[in-house]
DNA sequence: CGGGTCCTTGACCCCCCTCAAGGTCTGTGG
DNA sequence: CCACAGACCTTGAGGGGGGTCAAGGACCCG
């Protein structure tokens, strides 16, 4: 701690030192991790499809870091992705979950703005930069279509934001699950919960511990049930959609 | 609190009853506070101009409402524009302040997803949404520009959520200081708070006292002054960016 | 000058974080 | 098949940051 910072130190100094907790992912894509299955295939009608280069990636694999040079443009097309900022000392927000059909690496500067890792074993789309942009410049309703998705992004944020500033934590896994419920299927009654409690810690704000005593709660309640290879059952999804905000 | 909710009730039943803090907006622009100033003129050349309503809003007057059919675009020309979300029992999360430039109003869906009320008196740009989008669809150059404040506000929405659910109060005020101080001008060292400790509270998921005692702290430790006016002084740029994201 | 709103400060408390321990599950090697 | 290591999850005990409650001060405006 600089000295010159000693007034406001003894001030804020206090502050809970949320360590580090995840792991960097074990591997690149671009080394081990990646394995091109197939290359572009010019006869098929979807100009996106025809820059594309698919790519299976393992679990557990970084895509790309905050601060990278914005190389490619990724489409999820299978598998989970997680995608977070830190900050300087460790403190990580997880700020999103991204599933089939999500994109990621669009940034209008010239670096990635955070970090992409698989969760899961994934299928992804891999689009040169360049190649992208002037796909998008030729076809204005691919472009328009883009568009939508990053204004989806936006509310979708904006929730998140409700959710983060002003929700208990209970609530806030309730949201969480009853989010992926929807996502997964119109009446869902199990999920898969393909990331790790300390991933869900980071993407509510939470620690690890809170989550977990959370979804106990959840399930003393009988909103919920935890079941083998994390898949939640919802149990009483009207209760659990109440618990979302005024629990 | 319905009965069949009772066990988890118990569980979580101490939850902070954050009181319904703001007043709702006086009045609305289409009523007391908007003043017509000028019609379209056809001679411009900017065709979002050509189908602008410029609109005059007093302070504190409710533009539209979350869940209002979504009727017209704005645009914000000079003063300050709070955005939030609230939640049934009256928590509220402020998602932005919006300044000149800044558009709301756009959303895919029928309605309004946020509120949207004057913070100060407020000039605007008022485009009736049918024609708005047909100027987008005309003008693929214009639509890009659209694409990319869009896509900015998104990099904006993850930064905030960095801020609400890994920060520190002292981090997050002073965040959001040096942010208003960028923005004002490059080496802005006074800058206008016009949003009440409030506003700022609950953008950025906090009360009115932490915020008090956030400014408190950053003046105690010379970092900021706090002058008449809602005017704040910043005395030491690289400490308040220091305070930032590491107190 | 009186009433209102907003800001600040203090005292107290609670939700969630920290720290720690024990349990469960999985993959691996003997 | 079982032992073992490791990662992850859960649960408990205790503490702290920020919320709650309350009071006083500053400021504005009629």
New interface residues.
Partial sequence: M?A??A???S???A??A?VPTAAPARRSVRSVGGTVVSFPDPRTSDPLEAIAETVVADRETMLFAEGDSAGDVYRVVDGMVRVY?L???G???V?GFLQGGDMMG???GPCQ??TAETVTACTLQRFPRARFEAVMDAQ?AL??R???R??????A??????L?????A??RVASFVLRLAERAQADGRRVRLPMSRCDIA?Y??LTTETVSRAFT??K????IRLLEGGMVEVVDRG?LA??T???
Avoid at 150 to 155: D, G, Q
Avoid at 164 to 168: D, F, H, I, V, Y
Avoid at 220 to 223: A, E, L, P
């Fill in positions: 600089a010159h910072l007034t406001l130190d001030a804020v100094s502050r809970p949320f900022k900050l300087p000392d403190r990580r927000q700020v669009l940034t209008l703005l955070y204005p472009a328009r883009l568009s939508a990053i204004a989806t992004e936006l509310v944020a904006q929730d998140h934001m409700v983060l500033g002003r929700k208990t209970v609530e980071d509510l704000g709660k959840l003393t309640s009988g909103t209760r109440e618990t905000e005024s629990a």
